[in-house]
T-cell receptor, first 113, second 113 residues
Framework: NAGVTQTPKFQVLKTGQSMTLQCAQDMNHEYMSWYRQDPGMGLRLIHYSVGAGITDQGEVPNGYNVSRSTTEDFPLRLLSAAPSQTSVYFC????????????FGEGSWLTVV | GENVEQHPSTLSVQEGDSAVIKCTYSDSASNYFPWYKQELGKRPQLIIDIRSNVGEKKDQRIAVTLNKTAKHFSLHITETQPEDSAVYFCAAIYHTGGFKTIFGAGTRLFVKA
């Protein structure tokens, strides 16, 4: 199993551009989520999904969209990139919504200039 | 609101000493409390977790304690080693408006040889 795979690993965007961070998992996990990590602020939940066709907002959803058309894929879309979205983004998955290990992808380093 | 407070933000100890990191949460329905370790430039990985039906769990040099009444849980690392140097995150599951895993802001642990 590859686990949780994120692409791209590094990206530089100009303000106002849009892009999609891809995330796929091959563990048949129901639960998937996106976090952003900024210095001193830990891991903040952007959006999450408890299954195909179901998504919900986390702590910091503004400026991001998600969809979950399949169990395996959970892309994160930046609609109009802003410098405040410069961060490290982690996709994660777990077998159930509670009580099980969350597995993280390797992270995507995004810089918005 | 949905919040996990973590203290201290930075902790420096001498090799062989113990380290303690503390977290508090606000959702009384939370029943699962994992701890993650993140080494520089890498993804967070689970090191230990505890469920609400137990008060303490140990795994070699690490242990976690839980006080559900006070909504506190703590990570204890004994006989610290330089390879324990990393950022540690606590987390709790919030059930209000869905199932969300919320992380603390992290503790940067330095173990001096």
């Amino acid at each position: 199993n590859a686990g949780v795979t994120q692409t791209p690993k590094f990206q530089v965007l100009k303000t106002g551009q849009s892009m999609t961070l891809q995330c796929a998992q091959d563990m048949n996990h129901e639960y998937m989520s996106w976090y952003r990590q900024d210095p001193g602020m830990g891991l903040r939940l952007i959006h999450y999904s408890v299954g195909a066709g179901i998504t919900d907002q986390g702590e910091v959803p503004n400026g991001y969209n998600v969809s979950r058309s399949t169990t395996e894929d959970f892309p994160l879309r930046l609609l109009s990139a802003a410098p405040s979205q410069t961060s490290v983004y982690f996709c994660a998955s777990s077998p159930r919504v509670t009580g099980n290990t969350i597995y993280f992808g390797e992270g995507s380093w995004l810089t918005v200039v | 609101g949905e919040n996990v407070e973590q203290h201290p933000s930075t902790l420096s100890v001498q090799e062989g000493d113990s380290a303690v990191i503390k977290c508090t949460y606000s959702d009384s329905a939370s029943n699962y409390f994992p701890w993650y370790k993140q080494e520089l430039g890498k993804r967070p990985q689970l090191i230990i977790d505890i469920r609400s039906n137990v008060g303490e769990k140990k795994d070699q040099r690490i242990a976690v304690t839980l006080n559900k009444t006070a909504k506190h849980f703590s990570l204890h690392i004994t006989e610290t080693q330089p390879e324990d140097s990393a950022v540690y995150f606590c987390a709790a599951i919030y059930h209000t408006g869905g199932f969300k895993t919320i992380f603390g802001a992290g503790t940067r642990l330095f173990v001096k040889a």
